[in-house]
């Protein structure tokens, strides 16, 4: 993926962007008819607005299409657009919404992409100097199209996924941290032979920040 964005601040408070991005996909899968291959390309203009020194928000939208090296298909050209708010209700917490709508890649290997809404709402909160905490829930609507399935016997499908996740993480020094996570995950699938599931996953960690 690269990309190039231009800012140009209006007033105190408003700067305007201008975003272009390119990318190329590539599979490790063998055959011309399984070909998942893909280039794409998106254009588009943003604001950023400063409301106060505690809210501050983004919106970006745009136009995305996605070429596939596959010549039975057709290039799929879709809109794109994002925003987010951030809150800053005290100096130790920070939340943060966001919505979005994109071309993505395909979870599943039968179609060549999905078309994805998502939403997320995060928070992070310092209880000290060393000690923080952060979690964060999100919801996410897959769109897979028939137009765009390798298997004629895949139609038109919807996974819709939840998820919660939620970090602790103690500062040893400057730049040592201990984390400990844990994140759950429900999937709700009618994708033609794929099972619906719950997980949870817990984790622990150490991190170093050199910069």
Do not use: C
């Not at 917490?93 to 395909?106: D, H, N, P, V």
């Amino acid at each position: 993926i690269g990309g190039l964005t231009l800012r140009q601040q209006l007033a105190s408070r408003t700067t305007v962007m201008g975003d272009l991005r390119y990318q190329t996909l590539s599979y490790n899968e063998a055959g011309a008819e399984y070909n998942r291959d893909a280039d794409t390309v998106y254009a588009g203009l943003g604001v950023e607005q400063n409301f106060s020194p505690a809210v501050i928000g983004t919106l970006r939208g745009g136009l995305e299409s996605r070429m596939y090296d596959n010549e039975a298909y057709d290039d799929n050209n879709q809109p794109y657009g994002e925003i987010s708010m951030t809150f800053l209700p005290t100096p130790a917490t920070r939340i943060t919404g966001a919505a979005s709508y994109s071309i993505y890649e395909s979870d599943v290997d039968a179609y060549l992409s999905q078309n994805r809404s998502y939403l997320s709402l995060s928070m992070a909160h310092d209880f000290t100097a060393k000690l923080s905490f952060y979690v964060s829930g999100a919801y996410s609507l897959s769109a897979y199209e028939a137009d765009y399935s390798l298997d004629s016997a895949m139609g038109d499908a919807d996974e819709n996924a939840y998820m919660v996740s939620a970090r602790l993480a103690y500062r040893i020094n400057r730049i040592n941290w201990l984390e400990a996570g844990w994140q759950y995950v429900q999937l709700d699938s009618d994708v033609l032979n794929r099972e619906s599931y719950v997980r949870n996953r817990f984790d622990v960690g150490w991190k170093i920040q050199l910069f």
